[in-house]
């Protein structure tokens, strides 16, 4: 076992794990905050991206340890006093999500799209995407929220 | 719309459910965790065809934290029946299909990669998987057949003593003396061989089974991403254990997905539910995505030669078509009726065509079972009929959009008999075809095409006129047919005694948005808003009874039943309202909320007379208390949605990369409810379509019969630059035989898609591909035609 030790969310966490368990583990059955996902093995779905320190971060990839003392932010931290965050209106507002299991990832996904490049195109987001996938929606809607989003986010 | 409430039917509400959802706040069945929970690990089959001749089950036993190891001896001994097929379809010569045994657990031969062999149950998932890494396994490795044209050669390795050949069924459809008939006669015969891909759902949350018993009161608990739980629950208990069903409960909280893959019932339900029995313990098991890509049901694996009749002009005269239907391993729990009754009972399409014949030859290979996914056996239909359609207009040198008027089904002739048993609701198929070549442009395609020629690009535009047929129904009919269920659906409408509705229905919501549409149905019916209107689904505990989610059938039979308990609650009211207002029941009036006395200003809102249901102090005195009503609806038709779609795509002969330059649906559903959800559906169902056109395909190998695709790294998936805007439009003629005059719309998209996206591109291509048009098959495709290009 090792003590892992992190901020999560904005509160202080620690608890001693396996030394090979994976972010996602230690904050989806450690920490119990399930609404970071987990659809595939092989880094590819995008169900359970996190902000890593910042970065967006596909949390079935890195190890918990890797993320020693950083600052992380899951879905559940996104909303501020009750206030949604301009992605979470956007995708509720374009119908940009289904069944809403790929949603968490891809909604922190699209958070670290906009923040790297305000001004982002159509294309952009696009393209931008390829690491989550949606079976639901075919993307129509999800395009729409973003660059919704993104003009609220102040691009 | 309700003008009081704003929020009923016709309106894009925003959906309730999404806070939960986009606040991480959804409770999928792998959130749930149980107090003592113990873990199952699926020890696997790595050989599609194997004996198994001894399990060494000792030093995974032997490990700490494991509870158990189990294999298909216990299941036997316990007497754990088998998995069922729910469907008995008749062949040829009379005799029902052959449903060999499927035991949940292997017992002596693995028939497929990835079949269940050993299960062993720890204190935690780790423990389990390094555990079953210890279990050996002695198999004797079986030659295998992968394909489903090579199972049925005579020296071919045969899965099972009870199907003889391989041989599932062999069935016919239609009549052939007439279909030959049409043939003799026919100036043009266009013919076809065609093969629909086998495509893997995948949706984005995978499997999850949690079985938990209860001793106080005998109860066994499945927790389940299933998308019909009381389907779930009898086949467990009439079929599996032999447990009354007041003694099981389903319970299918947010499901992330389904796609049909998740209506049946899979093994790990089984074993996860036995296992609990047996230990005391809950057990739990979550898929991985490889064991998705091994054990979720397939999809489509059709091998088709096809023939359209024509007259001199272009009338079709008679269509025939026969297939090979892949059941893969075993046949699943609905298999067997998704490439027979689904498919070949709509292949008049939306034409005229007076004679028909299809015969089917469904048949066993080393391959994970093949069952309904997003629409199941019509995608398969709409893809033969279409793509004979439009090869006829190439070869008769016909406009691909006249040849297909000039043989629609005209809107006054509905009802309408096809020669293939099914009696079309209503349509205007001519209507919809319009609209759809108006927003794509259709007269500019030409100058479209030569200017991408001009940059040495490929353009091609490809059509799909598809029908669909959803709310299987009425049960006496599909009773008839083999089923071995019924078709209705249940509602139960409860007015709380301070105005608040709950709605306990037997569909299941797992992306649809039902607990935004149905509660907009109930709004529009009762006059209330929807944020007093909650919508409860996926508990067998909770929901009287229920047939669940799948066909499309979620609001055209579950809807109607809702409005049934509503009118139920309505002619309730009225004789409370009566009493209330000292006047006769037959005077009385509901309309958006209020009970009004006809002709005068005396008037009570639904909420008194709600009230006064439940505290009866002034109340007619033959009346039960209470303001609940409960409804069975079984339609008296299956509902037929139809449209057209239409592709244009410009291919680089390059690369043979394709681009698809616009996409557009015009698709009749008849009255929508909500059309921001109804156009999100057919987003979707496109998707998956150009998937199976252009990426998707399972690829297992010949000779040793491993799944090739058994991950997002080898089966590609539609991601978000493969795919375009989609231009949506819609056209609405009411289905005459259900009270809310909806159709279906969440399998319209996977249905036209692939015929439309292959008509454009081997329109561009000039030669025939089969799916999926992958950049390889396209480039190697797209040499000749720019050879053609240069020498003209």
């Not at chain 2, 989610?549 to 009566?578: F, P």
């Not at chain 2, 009503?629 to 680089?652: C, K, L, Q, R, W």
Request: aromatic fraction near 8%; glycine fraction near 10%.
């Amino acid at each position: 076992m090792a003590t892992v030790s992190m901020t999560v969310n904005g509160n202080k966490v620690s608890r001693d794990v396996e030394p090979r368990t994976l972010l996602v583990q230690y904050i989806r059955e450690h920490l119990e905050l399930t609404g970071t996902h987990v659809g595939c093995d092989t880094s590819q779905c995008g169900a359970c991206v996190v902000h890593v320190d910042g970065q967006s971060v596909k949390s079935c990839t890195i190890l918990a340890a890797q993320a020693e003392g950083s600052q992380v932010t899951t879905i559940e931290g996104l909303a501020k006093d009750g206030k949604l965050h301009p992605m979470q209106e956007a995708f509720r507002e374009h119908h940009a999500l289904q069944c809403g299991f790929c949603t968490p990832g891809m909604i922190m996904s699209a958070i670290d799209l906009v923040e790297k490049n305000p001004k982002l195109t159509e294309e952009d987001i696009r393209h931008g995407l390829e690491g989550n996938l949606c079976r639901c929606t075919g993307y129509h809607n999800i395009v729409k929220a973003i660059a919704a989003a993104a003009k609220t986010m102040g691009g | 719309m309700n003008a009081v409430t704003g929020t009923g039917i016709g309106a894009s509400v925003r959906r309730k459910e999404d806070y939960r959802f986009i606040t991480g706040q959804g409770t999928y069945t792998d959130d749930i965790n149980r107090p003592g929970q113990l873990h199952a690990y699926f020890v696997r089959s790595p050989h599609a065809f194997a004996k198994i001749k001894s399990i060494d089950t000792a030093a995974a036993k032997a490990s700490a934290g494991v509870v158990a190891v189990f294999t298909g001896q216990e299941l036997a001994a316990d007497k754990v029946g088998g998995l069922i097929c729910g469907w008995t379809v008749t062949g040829k010569d009379g005799t029902p299909h052959k449903a060999p045994p499927h035991p949940a657990i292997a017992l002596d031969t693995a028939r497929c990669v990835g079949d269940q062999v050993a299960v062993v149950i720890a204190t935690t998932k780790e423990i389990a998987r390094d555990a079953g890494e210890k279990i050996v396994v002695d198999y004797d490795v079986l030659q295998a057949v992968v394909d489903p044209v090579d199972t049925l050669k005579p020296n071919a390795p045969q899965l099972h003593a009870e199907a003889p050949g391989n041989l599932c069924y062999d069935w016919e459809f239609g009549d052939r003396a007439s279909t030959d008939a049409g043939f003799a006669k026919a100036a043009h015969v266009v013919k076809l061989d065609l093969i629909n891909n086998r495509l893997s759902p995948n949706p984005m949350e995978p499997r999850v089974a949690i079985g938990e018993h209860d001793r106080a009161t005998d109860t066994t608990t499945c927790y389940s991403t299933s998308q019909n739980p009381h389907v779930l629950r009898l086949i467990l208990c009439a079929f599996i254990f032999g447990l009354p069903e007041h003694k099981v409960r389903v319970v299918a909280p947010d499901v992330g997905g389904g796609f049909g893959s998740k209506i049946f019932c899979y093994a790990e339900e089984v074993v996860c539910v036995w296992a609990s029995r047996k230990l005391n313990k809950p057990v739990k098991w979550t898929s991985d995505r490889s064991e998705a890509f091994l054990t979720d049901a397939h999809g489509r694996d059709h091998v088709t030669h096809a023939e359209l009749a024509l007259d001199k002009d272009g009338k079709f005269l008679a269509l025939k078509c026969s297939t090979i239907a892949n059941m893969g391993a075993y046949l699943s729990t609905f298999a067997s009726c998704v490439p027979s009754y689904l498919y070949a009972l709509l292949l008049a399409g939306q034409y005229t065509t007076p004679a028909i014949y299809a015969e089917v030859k469904a048949v066993f290979t080393n391959t994970t079972p093949v069952d309904a996914y997003r629409g199941a056996g019509r995608p398969e239909a709409t893809y033969v009929v279409e793509r004979l359609v439009e090869v006829a207009a190439r070869q008769l040198n016909m406009d691909p959009a006249e040849i297909r008027k000039k043989n629609f089904i005209a809107p006054d002739a509905f009802p309408y008999q096809t020669p293939v048993a099914v009696a079309y609701d209503s349509g205007q198929y001519e209507l919809s075809m319009n609209e759809a070549l108006k927003m794509v442009d259709y007269k500019g395609f030409a100058g479209r095409r030569a200017e991408s020629e001009k940059r040495g690009m490929l353009r091609g535009i490809g059509f799909a006129a598809y029908i669909e047929a959803c709310g299987i129904a009425p049960s006496a009919v599909v009773g008839s047919l083999g089923a071995g269920v019924g078709l209705w659906e249940s509602a139960s409408v409860r007015f709380n005694p301070t105005g608040s509705v709950s709605v306990f229905t037997g569909s299941h919501s797992h992306g649809q948005g039902h607990e935004t549409t149905f509660a907009q149905v109930v709004s529009e019916k009762m006059g209330v808003p929807i944020e007093q209107i909650d919508i409860v689904h996926g508990d067998t505990q909770r929901i009287p009874m229920g047939m669940g989610t799948y066909g499309s059938r979620s609001l055209a039979v579950g809807g109607s039943a809702i409005v049934k308990a509503c009118d139920k609650l309505i002619a309730k009211g009225k004789k409370i309202a009566a009493h209330l207002m000292e006047a006769a029941v037959d005077d009385v009036e509901f309309d958006a909320g209020m009970f009004k006395v006809a002709g005068t200003d005396k008037s009570v809102p639904i909420g008194q007379v709600c009230f006064t249901a439940y505290v009866p102090h002034n109340y007619p005195a033959d009346l039960e208390p209470g303001f609940e009503e409960n409804a069975f609806y079984d339609p008296s038709n299956f509902t037929y949605p139809a449209g057209t779609h239409i592709a244009e795509v410009e291919v680089d002969p390059g690369s043979g990369h394709v681009t698809i330059a616009k996409w557009v649906a015009v698709d009749d559903f008849g009255n929508v409810i909500n059309p921001m959800v109804v156009e999100g559906q057919v987003h979707g169902g496109v998707a998956q379509g150009v998937g199976q056109a252009m990426l998707e395909g399972v690829v297992y190998d010949k000779a040793s019969g491993q799944l090739l695709t058994g991950s997002f790294m080898d089966y590609t998936m539609p991601r978000a630059d493969d795919l375009p805007n989609f231009d949506v439009g819609m056209t609405h003629t009411p289905c005459p035989h259900n009270p809310l005059g909806v159709k279906g719309c969440g399998e319209a998209g996977a249905i036209a898609a692939p015929a439309a996206l292959m008509n454009a591109i081997t329109d561009a291509l000039g030669v025939e591909i089969d799916m999926p048009a992958t950049p390889e098959k396209v480039w190697r495709a797209a040499q000749g035609k720019v050879r053609a290009l240069a020498a003209e």
